[in-house]
């Protein structure tokens, strides 16, 4: 943490990734139990080059089996000419990402929802 506690609108965090490469991440909004936004920037790897900033958005509803979570990214390119390799990335690697952390995300809140009183 940088500053705030994370989940308060204004909150700041720095993400250190396994590779070694980090961002900044900033709470936009946190309307929970409904909505949470933030905003990714200081990208150290190469997608530095492709866009200068993105915006995450969790949107949670209800369903009759438990919870159903929609995440999504805007991600704002750098320059016209660097759109359609933003995409690509975005399309390939970011989406495998996403996958993962939904999946692990999954596994965490099972596994506490297991284990209250």
């Given amino acids: 943490m940088i500053r705030g506690t994370w989940g308060d609108v204004g909150a700041r965090r720095r993400v250190i990734r396994k590779d070694g490469n980090q961002t900044l991440e900033d709470v936009l909004e946190n309307r929970q139990p409904t909505l949470f936004r933030y905003e990714v920037w200081g990208f150290t790897d190469s997608a530095r080059i492709l866009t200068n900033y993105a915006v995450g958005e969790f949107q949670y509803g209800e369903v009759p089996s438990g919870t159903a ?6 991600f704002h390119s750098t320059s016209l000419l660097t759109k359609p390799f933003l995409s690509w990335k975005v399309q390939t690697d970011f989406a495998e990402f996403m996958r993962s952390a939904l999946q692990s995300m999954k596994q965490q809140a099972e596994q506490s929802y297991r284990e209250q009183p």
């Fill in 69 to 74: 979570v929609k995440w999504t990214y805007s």
